[in-house]
């Protein structure tokens, strides 16, 4: 009996100490049109593994890497792309200040949170304006809207890309997420 309540405290400790598994899951996407431009929106969970805290934690940026795609679905042929964006998320941990930023693409659009909670939660909440996709979109068309953020292991510095493909901490993707579009 003592055995048991060992055990069962052991892992109630161990499961508030180590993180939640490393994991990107993409519960919903969406894209608004307007005829000035189109709002894509993305409502992500992002939980970052030991070893890629670690790593931040340590002065090491973590990029993560965003497609969207707006597809022709067809039902006898391959789809056909319409329309493709993409880009990338720069993490960042700075240690003097005790903050997390993300930086968008090559610019210098950085934001900062005092906290990785904070952090993952503006990663989760993805949002991008794009073009006005309507020179792209006619009748008849069946549009599909696609989505996937994943982690670039080849942006880690060349001492880290190797563990990294061998450490599922570092195996961060959403795969595809994919939703048909109604057209107006």
Known sequence: MRVRASLALLALFLGAVLPARAAIEVAAIGLALAEEHADFSADVSVSLGRAVVDALEHG?????????ELRDERDFAPDTLLWE???????DYRALSKRYSITAGDTDDTQSYPNRRRMLESLGA???????????????QRPMLRFRLRLEIGELP???????????????DSGWVERSLELP
Do not use: E
């Open 85 to 91: 964006a993409s880009g990338t998320l720069r993490v």
């Open 60 to 68: 090491v940026p973590v990029t993560f890497g965003w497609t969207v």
């Open 158 to 172: 060349p001492a880290l890309r190797l563990p990294s493909y061998l450490d599922p901490d570092w195996r961060l």
């Open 126 to 140: 993805f949002t991008q304006r794009f073009p006005p996709l309507a020179t792209v979109l006619s009748a008849g």
